[in-house]
Nanobody, 120 residues
Framework: QVQLVESGGDLVQAGGSLRLSCAASFSILAMGWYRQAPGKQRELVAVATSGGITNIAESVKGRFTVSRDNAHNTIYLQMNSLKIEDTAVYYC?????????????????WGQGTQVIVSS
Protein backbone atom coordinates (compact mmCIF):
# COMPACT_ATOMS: atom_id res chain seq x y z
CA GLN A 1 0.00 0.00 0.00
CA VAL A 2 1.53 3.29 -1.13
CA GLN A 3 0.95 6.30 1.06
CA LEU A 4 0.91 9.67 -0.71
CA VAL A 5 1.41 12.90 1.18
CA GLU A 6 0.75 16.14 -0.67
CA SER A 7 1.65 19.68 0.24
CA GLY A 8 1.79 23.12 -1.30
CA GLY A 9 -1.82 24.09 -1.86
CA ASP A 10 -2.67 27.65 -1.00
CA LEU A 11 -4.62 30.78 -1.82
CA VAL A 12 -2.86 32.77 -4.54
CA GLN A 13 -3.72 35.68 -6.78
CA ALA A 14 -4.23 35.21 -10.48
CA GLY A 15 -0.91 35.35 -12.27
CA GLY A 16 0.93 33.91 -9.31
CA SER A 17 2.76 30.65 -8.85
CA LEU A 18 2.61 27.62 -6.60
CA ARG A 19 4.53 24.39 -6.34
CA LEU A 20 2.80 21.25 -5.21
CA SER A 21 4.72 18.30 -3.81
CA CYS A 22 3.72 14.71 -3.25
CA ALA A 23 5.88 12.17 -1.50
CA ALA A 24 5.24 8.46 -1.87
CA SER A 25 6.06 5.98 0.87
CA PHE A 26 8.05 3.91 -1.61
CA SER A 27 9.06 3.93 -5.24
CA ILE A 28 6.34 3.40 -7.80
CA LEU A 29 6.50 3.56 -11.57
CA ALA A 30 3.96 6.23 -12.40
CA MET A 31 2.96 9.28 -10.39
CA GLY A 32 0.71 12.08 -11.42
CA TRP A 33 -1.54 14.95 -10.55
CA TYR A 34 -5.27 15.21 -11.03
CA ARG A 35 -7.53 18.09 -10.11
CA GLN A 36 -11.19 18.41 -9.34
CA ALA A 37 -13.06 21.68 -9.42
CA PRO A 38 -16.47 22.03 -7.75
CA GLY A 39 -19.14 20.32 -9.79
CA LYS A 40 -16.66 18.88 -12.27
CA GLN A 41 -15.05 15.52 -12.81
CA ARG A 42 -11.55 14.81 -11.66
CA GLU A 43 -9.20 15.46 -14.56
CA LEU A 44 -5.64 14.48 -15.28
CA VAL A 45 -3.14 17.32 -15.14
CA ALA A 46 0.28 15.73 -15.36
CA VAL A 47 2.15 12.45 -15.21
CA ALA A 48 5.77 11.58 -14.51
CA THR A 49 7.30 8.13 -14.56
CA SER A 50 10.37 6.90 -12.78
CA GLY A 51 11.96 6.48 -16.20
CA GLY A 52 11.67 10.17 -16.98
CA ILE A 53 8.57 10.24 -19.16
CA THR A 54 6.40 13.27 -18.47
CA ASN A 55 3.12 14.47 -19.87
CA ILE A 56 1.10 17.63 -19.27
CA ALA A 57 -2.53 18.23 -20.11
CA GLU A 58 -3.11 20.58 -23.02
CA SER A 59 -5.19 22.87 -20.81
CA VAL A 60 -2.18 23.77 -18.68
CA LYS A 61 0.69 23.24 -21.08
CA GLY A 62 3.07 26.17 -21.09
CA ARG A 63 2.09 27.16 -17.56
CA PHE A 64 2.55 23.98 -15.54
CA THR A 65 5.55 21.70 -15.42
CA VAL A 66 5.91 18.34 -13.73
CA SER A 67 9.07 16.83 -12.34
CA ARG A 68 10.07 13.92 -10.25
CA ASP A 69 12.78 13.20 -7.72
CA ASN A 70 13.21 9.45 -7.75
CA ALA A 71 15.66 9.49 -4.87
CA HIS A 72 12.90 10.82 -2.63
CA ASN A 73 9.89 9.24 -4.39
CA THR A 74 8.48 12.72 -4.85
CA ILE A 75 6.62 14.37 -7.68
CA TYR A 76 6.29 18.12 -8.10
CA LEU A 77 3.87 20.29 -10.01
CA GLN A 78 5.12 23.79 -10.71
CA MET A 79 2.18 26.01 -11.55
CA ASN A 80 2.86 29.42 -13.05
CA SER A 81 0.59 32.12 -14.43
CA LEU A 82 -2.26 30.72 -12.43
CA LYS A 83 -5.78 31.46 -13.55
CA ILE A 84 -9.03 31.52 -11.62
CA GLU A 85 -10.09 28.39 -13.49
CA ASP A 86 -7.14 26.52 -11.98
CA THR A 87 -8.97 26.61 -8.66
CA ALA A 88 -9.49 23.00 -7.60
CA VAL A 89 -8.48 20.31 -5.20
CA TYR A 90 -5.30 18.78 -6.58
CA TYR A 91 -4.81 15.08 -5.97
CA CYS A 92 -1.62 13.12 -6.22
CA UNK A 93 -1.98 9.76 -7.92
CA UNK A 94 0.27 6.73 -8.17
CA UNK A 95 0.10 3.48 -10.07
CA UNK A 96 2.35 0.65 -11.11
CA UNK A 97 0.99 1.00 -14.64
CA UNK A 98 1.84 3.84 -17.00
CA UNK A 99 -1.41 3.16 -18.80
CA UNK A 100 -3.67 3.09 -15.75
CA UNK A 101 -2.35 6.36 -14.25
CA UNK A 102 -4.09 8.19 -17.08
CA UNK A 103 -7.55 6.87 -16.20
CA UNK A 104 -9.02 8.14 -12.95
CA UNK A 105 -11.12 5.02 -12.45
CA UNK A 106 -8.05 2.80 -12.71
CA UNK A 107 -5.63 4.67 -10.47
CA UNK A 108 -4.42 2.50 -7.61
CA UNK A 109 -3.46 5.12 -5.04
CA TRP A 110 -4.65 8.61 -4.22
CA GLY A 111 -3.44 11.31 -1.91
CA GLN A 112 -5.81 13.21 0.34
CA GLY A 113 -5.85 16.27 -1.91
CA THR A 114 -4.55 19.79 -1.50
CA GLN A 115 -6.65 22.87 -2.15
CA VAL A 116 -5.55 25.50 -4.64
CA ILE A 117 -7.59 28.68 -4.77
CA VAL A 118 -6.79 31.34 -7.32
CA SER A 119 -8.36 34.70 -6.64
CA SER A 120 -8.79 37.71 -8.89
Amino acid sequence: QVQLVESGGDLVQAGGSLRLSCAASFSILAMGWYRQAPGKQRELVAVATSGGITNIAESVKGRFTVSRDNAHNTIYLQMNSLKIEDTAVYYCAADSSIRDIAYRNLVDYWGQGTQVIVSS
